[in-house]
């Protein structure tokens, strides 16, 4: 109800040793407790949740890439 909240990932395998990996997240708040919300959570979002994210999406890509291989 306070944040209007979407994160996209895009993984490209570009060859078999070197992926691409972009994250785009876009914030809007709703109200004053969303701004005082992303004040509070910010660093936590770009210092542990944006990596993590960025990781499982590789990780994903990954085991897509390899599952395709031996197929």
């Given amino acids: 109800k306070h944040l ?3 994160s996209c ?5 570009i060859d ?8 785009v997240t876009a914030v ?3 109200n004053l407790f969303g701004r005082f ?8 979002h770009k ?10 999406a590789v990780d994903y890509a990954v085991a897509q890439h390899v599952h395709k ?3």
């Fill in 4 to 6: 209007y909240l979407r």
């Fill in 9 to 13: 990932v895009k993984t490209t395998i």
């Fill in 16 to 23: 078999n040793q070197k992926i691409e990996v972009s994250l």
């Fill in 28 to 30: 809007k708040c709703k």
């Fill in 37 to 44: 919300y992303m004040m509070l959570i910010d660093h936590l």
């Fill in 47 to 56: 210092h542990y949740m944006s990596p993590k994210i960025l990781k499982d």
């Fill in 69 to 71: 291989d031996q197929s």
